[in-house]
């Protein structure tokens, strides 16, 4: 059976058409039966006048979200607000009934709409939500392949915890004990090792943090980027200021007018380059301005996240910043340090609105001060080995990041958390559904 | 500095350029020192006549697989073999010496290639397995987007083990116990459940399966496919169809002359229809040809799958063939029974030259059904209740499909193992790198 989507029916004026859709509304007067039919493209009015027949009769019997095939005919009717069209049924078929009452409704707190996230996934500002996220996620991968980067799967199971040891899950595996990825991070660097010249992944990220935030989730997708033979980091930023560049002009392009509407934010596409402040000036200007007055923070708080972002906003009215050259003490070991200042790393956050929304750096690609770096930290090198062997054997200059997919999205869309740009978000007290 | 990938050197006769890349060999002469360079787009020799200087005291102490950085002269030269072009060093930088002796060669087995697989990774054959992944990977996209798709991208932590409970791991979940996903099926559904008219995943899927075959791992990518108001199983079994075809053609165009080179094998384009012969004729056919002689199978083994794949190549030229209408008695119980013959399902497998690349069914959608169905398994229905809530508000019939990508790969170039078409393979006894 051929079906005609929602968003289509104008161009089917006087015809027989069948659409496929859930029930949004149903007002059954006396004389005549209005039905709102709604499908992930849009919304119609099926009007029906009574005359005790088969139509009538599954119209009276029907229930809100119930899953329905109506075919009927296509009228031009200006008093109805829906494009001013209307469908005559000839024939319905209630294809799946709901249960009434509902679960949840326009009134219910987030957690609850999370317990039934599929019913809250139908309205429409939800399906617009992941309609973003594909476009964001094939806008990236223009700018992926133009620039000629491999798309890779990284493992998720891991032999040792791959950076601290803190925030990661153990597996059960077999007789021993797996964890999951906190990130790619080795493994990309691996392929680079592996001569693959630019690595692309979008895949699941893990981290066993307790953390409640609106921010933060147990699982998230992570889209992470690593480009060999970089001459600095500033390559690194310079590609993802391309790749959000393009991201945001396709999101305004395709979904401008619908986020407008739903969200009642403006997609707007941001000028390139984005503004760059090295921490050290950051911490500088923000203390001016009376952040941190006890002075004892080498890294941004949340707070300062917000404050860096509000003071370059006003200064340049861009909505980006890149945070540069983070000290070393707060960075991993593999961060690469400048041979003009060893105490910081060619390091950087990129803050959108004040919410960091990636962490990207050099990587030190010489196995002798990997090494060292390492030790300095304090960490053991054996259950480094596999990693430091990467480096033994000709591993040339790169560097790479990371960025959080919801958060994006959550930024993008002016919505207040992540709980609500991810299909099924997962927490410390949430794993359902 | 600018560099220039050495596919493109031709475009840069008797100009200076510089390449980054690798030494693939070192002939060190007494009069003249050749090396050959490799990057992930080719091959160029470079030619120094020795000079005293410091171009040759760099090549004297270089080593293989070192990484470098010469910039240099293109010149045109008919004796070298590739493109008949060379370099004329000017520069050298050895940008990371690699260690002597590598530790794996082009006689070293599997195994131990495996645990150096970055090294393994930078022959031009292993590269150009993950350059075609890329391009499965985009064809596929291309039609999700062309047929309305959204990205979907489903939890891998799960509350209960999502099938049989057998094959899953378990995680540590804070105080209580998680398991990795084996299949998006559920959340897909729920996304189906929820209005999201198409689902498209390309995502690790994890089997605690202690199996060791050539076909199989631990963790692997899976794509996965569903789409709403479908009317029979058919129309999954045509949208991939549709994708496979779309696949080929791409890889034909864009890799099909370096596939024949490193791999022997034609990326042949197959025609549509693919074949479909349902599991009762299977059965029969491959019976009446000496298969299952003690005749109590009643689905196929990888035995039964290579004759059946011969047989339908025999008989009609096809690589590929979908065996539908499997027993109800041999899938899971959300699989759709057609009311004409409740005994089987509507599923198929796709079977490419004698590997199933493909389960994929029509999901049964009526909630008294499923719940029948589960129950006539000796299924518990409260470990289920999350999953069977999503069909009491009304979710339309859907179908769907998953896929493994290695096996397709390993299919496609004709190789013997999934471990060399995944980037890092994890195995029972493998967890590392």
Not at 37 to 44: A, I, N, Q, S
Not at 176 to 181: D, F, G, P
Not at 288 to 293: I, K, L, S
Request: with cysteine.
């Amino acid at each position: 059976m051929s079906r005609t989507l929602i968003r289509d029916l104008s161009h089917h004026p006087d015809e027989s058409v069948t659409v496929c859709g859930w029930i949004q509304a149903l007002r059954l007067q006396r004389r005549i039966q209005f039905v709102i039919v709604r499908d992930h493209t849009g919304l119609v009015q099926v009007t029906h006048v009574r005359d005790g027949g088969v139509v009538e009769a599954a119209f009276e019997g029907a229930t809100v979200e119930s899953a329905v095939r109506i075919t009927g005919k296509v009228v031009a009717n200006d008093k109805v607000k829906l494009s001013g069209l209307e469908i005559v049924p000839e024939r319905v078929e209630i294809v799946a009934a709901a249960e009434a009452p509902l679960p949840i409704d326009e009134h219910t707190n987030l957690d609850q709409r999370l317990d039934w996230r599929f019913l809250d996934l139908r309205r429409p500002s939800q399906q617009l939500v992941f309609q973003v996220q594909t476009t964001v996620e094939r806008a990236m991968r223009e700018i992926a392949e133009a620039e000629g980067f491999t798309e890779l799967h990284t493992p998720k199971l891991m032999a040792t915890a791959s950076e601290s040891g803190a925030e990661v899950f153990e597996v059960g595996y077999f007789d021993r004990t797996a964890y999951l990825a906190q990130s790619p991070q080795f493994y990309k660097q691996m392929a680079i090792a592996g001569g693959i010249d630019r690595v692309f992944e979008i895949g699941p990220v893990f981290r066993a943090e307790p953390s409640f935030t609106a921010r933060h989730s147990t699982e998230f997708t992570g889209v992470d980027l690593e480009l060999a033979w970089i001459d600095s980091v500033e390559d690194v930023m310079a590609v993802e200021e391309r790749l959000l560049h393009h991201v945001l002009i396709e999101v305004h392009r395709r979904h401008g007018v619908e986020i407008e509407e739903h969200f009642g934010v403006t997609a707007a596409v941001p000028e390139l380059p984005f503004p760059r402040i090295t921490m050290a000036d950051a911490l500088t200007r923000l203390r001016a301005a009376g952040w941190d007055p006890e002075g004892g923070k080498d890294d941004l708080d949340p707070e300062g996240e917000r404050a860096l972002s509000a003071l370059i906003a006003a200064e340049t009215g861009h909505e980006f910043v890149f945070v540069t050259r983070y000290p070393a003490s707060a960075r991993p070991f593999y961060h690469l340090r400048p041979d003009d200042d060893p105490s910081v790393t060619e390091s950087f956050d990129l803050l959108w609105k004040g919410v960091e929304i990636t962490t990207g750096a050099q990587r030190e690609h010489r196995h002798e001060v990997l090494v060292a770096q390492a030790r300095e930290k304090g960490m053991a090198l054996e259950p480094l080995r596999g990693y430091l062997d990467c480096f033994r054997y000709g591993t040339p200059p790169h560097g790479g990041l990371g960025l959080g997919l919801a958060r994006l999205l959550m930024l993008l869309l002016g919505l207040p958390s992540i709980r609500e740009t991810t299909f099924l978000f997962r927490g410390p007290h949430r794993l359902e559904p």
